[in-house]
T-cell receptor, first 115, second 110 residues
């Protein structure tokens, strides 16, 4: 009965490289959310996806960031040409249905460090 | 804009005492609130939630109080234990987005 699985847990990239963060939702969950957390701060919504659909990406920067949740496989958050300001913890959460009917289940996060 | 904020960034309590963590929100139209616990290096963990048609909700050792008049939430933890050490966030449900406060760090003194 695995929870939300994220990998890698830690990722180090140099400026200009690409970062790919993966999230496998809980079994039976078809809704995935990505959040970003800076140190000493709360989480900030980035994007909400269902299988093969982006429902809301209003929290995601227009450039360099993209997210997908394919029919098969994990959800991917991709950051191109990373900059130091991208250093943060990125959390994925999943739910069986639209979130506002209950709590989200969060993964342990992927911590990106940009050198 | 909409915001959810916490009054105290750090709270120190004696083991065995009760803890009270406060939260203010600004959107009077919000109807669903959630408290999360985040231990160091881990993801947020759901503690308890409350809808705006309620003033109080109790769980195991935790109680959430909602005062809609002053747009204030509190989380009460009874008989605080060392395992309660964490950062506590209140979050406001805005459709399918959660709007998070900055967090309160709870420190347990032995």
């Amino acid at each position: 009965n695995a929870g939300v699985m994220q990998n890698p847990r830690h990722l180090v990239r140099r400026r200009g490289q690409e970062a790919r963060l993966r999230c496998s939702p809980m079994k039976g969950h078809s809704h995935v959310y990505w959040y970003r957390q800076l140190p000493e701060e709360g989480l900030k919504f980035m994007v909400y996806l269902q299988k093969e659909n982006i429902i809301d990406e209003s929290g995601m920067p227009k450039e360099r960031f993209s997210a997908e949740f394919p029919k098969e496989g994990p959800s991917i958050l991709r950051i191109q040409q990373v900059v130091r300001g991208d250093s943060a913890a990125y959390f994925c959460a999943s739910s069986p249905g639209p979130k506002n009917t209950g709590e989200l289940f969060f993964g342990e996060g992927s911590r990106l460090t940009v050198l | 804009g909409e915001s959810v904020g916490l009054h105290l960034p750090t709270l120190s309590v004696q083991e065995g005492d009760n803890s009270i963590i406060n939260c203010a929100y600004s959107n009077s139209a919000s109807d669903y609130f959630i408290w999360y616990k985040q231990e160091s290096g881990k993801g947020p963990q759901f503690i308890i939630d409350i809808r705006s048609n309620m003033d109080k909700r109790q769980g195991q050792r935790v109680t959430v109080l909602l005062n809609k008049t002053v747009k204030h939430l509190s989380l009460q933890i009874a008989a605080t234990q060392p395992g309660d050490s964490a950062v506590y966030f209140c979050a406001e449900d805005s459709n399918y987005q959660l709007i998070w406060g900055a967090g309160t760090k709870l420190i347990i003194k032995p």
